[in-house]
């Protein structure tokens, strides 16, 4: 399998005084529809099973939008959390990391700039699948290190149930939504943002997809999946881009405080984890009561790991993504944000 080359990113000092800035997640938000869809519920829509699906996937339930409700809508109030916990800055620009936006024009990222009544800055989105929040924190980091600008509004917001084939067993169990948001600036202080990569490789265009091909019979109009290939091709790469994240920051996995990698699927992370060397016990896991919610998937992570008071600033964290393109990359940063609801 080839590997792409990765563009890269590292950091060289703490911030302060004249350095280089280092990029800080200065708080969060999250925001998860309330309507759940369980494994009882996928049982009574298709030929599956509980047990299969727990086996298979670690997934038990997941949650879903209701009428009205947008990638749009989700991540404004995720927004809304992170600004007032990091005590409303105004941002130098806002991104917008999603694969299921209702609009194709305006962007998402604008949408949630008219919500929330800001104006100005520059506002766009990422189409980075599941790897989309960690795309999103590598320019965020680079435009903040580089001093193009200090603060920067992260968003990862995903609704992704309209967009799943509920006929299609091997791909309807897993994906659902939910946003969440990130407050990233040149913050004081130790910790922030360490090393970061982020890659794609297209050749594997084939693996996920929504949209029209022309062999495909339907239209496009769902996600489609190679469930297996999609499998391996995951493990390889959440294997090797953890191994490239460590390396660079200088740690071992012994100095890994937490794993938190894209919530895809329970083996995925199991076989990543145990490759490494990092017992589950560090690994933050919510992957069986939301299942895949792409690119939001690993700041919903962060914030249930930081308000549950189990991330604790100081702590060291490896995340990594992988997701449709395919794309795939991680980051490794010290803990800075914010801890509590
Ligand atoms: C999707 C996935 C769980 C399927 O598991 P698998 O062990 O690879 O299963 P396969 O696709 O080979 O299918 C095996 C059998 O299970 C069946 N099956 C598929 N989905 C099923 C379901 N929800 N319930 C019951 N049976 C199912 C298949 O039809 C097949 O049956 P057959 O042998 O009679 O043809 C697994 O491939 C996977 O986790 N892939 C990665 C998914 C992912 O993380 N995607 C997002 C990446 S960002």
New binding site residues.
């Given amino acids: 399998m080839p590997i792409a080359p990765f563009l890269h990113a590292t950091m060289e000092t703490a911030t302060g005084g004249m350095g280089t800035p280092v990029a800080q997640i200065l708080s969060l938000g999250s925001y998860i529809p309330d309507g759940v869809l369980t494994n009882a519920d996928m049982e009574a829509m ?4 509980d047990t ?2 727990v086996e ?2 670690g997934i038990r339930e997941r949650h879903r939008v209701g009428p009205g409700d947008t990638a749009a809508s989700m991540g404004e109030r995720a927004a809304r959390e992170a600004l007032a916990k990091a005590g409303n800055p105004v941002p130098d620009a806002i991104i917008v990391a999603t694969c299921s936006a209702a609009t194709r024009l305006p962007s998402t990222a604008c949408l949630i700039q008219q919500r929330l009544g800001l104006g100005g800055m520059p506002a766009f989105d990422i189409n980075a699948a ?1 790897s989309g929040f960690v795309y999103a924190l590598a320019l965020s980091d680079s435009l903040i290190r580089s001093r193009a600008l200090r603060t920067v509004l992260v968003i990862a917001s995903e609704a992704l149930t309209p967009l799943v084939d509920y006929t299609d ?2 791909t309807c ?2 994906f659902g939504d939910g946003a969440a948001a990130a407050v990233v600036g040149s913050g004081g202080g130790d910790g922030g943002i360490r090393a970061v990569r982020w890659a794609a490789d297209g050749a594997e265009a084939d693996l ?1 997809y929504y949209g029209v091909r022309e062999d495909d019979p339907d239209g496009g109009r769902a996600i489609r ?1 190679a ?2 290939g ?2 391996r091709s ?1 493990v390889t790469r959440f294997i090797n881009v953890s191994e490239l994240l460590l390396a660079d920051a200088g740690w071992t996995a012994d100095d890994i405080d937490w794993f938190i990698p ?1 919530q ?2 329970l ?2 992370i199991e076989a990543t984890a145990k490759r490494l060397g990092v017992p589950m016990e560090r690994v933050i896991v919510n992957v069986d009561r939301v299942g ?1 919610t792409s690119a939001a998937s690993i700041p919903i992570a962060l914030h249930e790991a930081a308000a549950t008071g189990r991330l604790r600033p100081g702590q060291r964290v490896v995340s990594v993504a ?2 449709s393109g395919v794309t795939w990359g991680g980051v490794a940063l010290e803990w800075t944000g914010q801890t509590s609801r």
């Fill in positions: 298709v030929d599956t099973s299969w699906i298979r996937t599941c067993r091997s169990v897993l996920i999946m469930g297996r999609t499998f995951a894209h895809a699927n083996r995925i895949n992988f997701g």
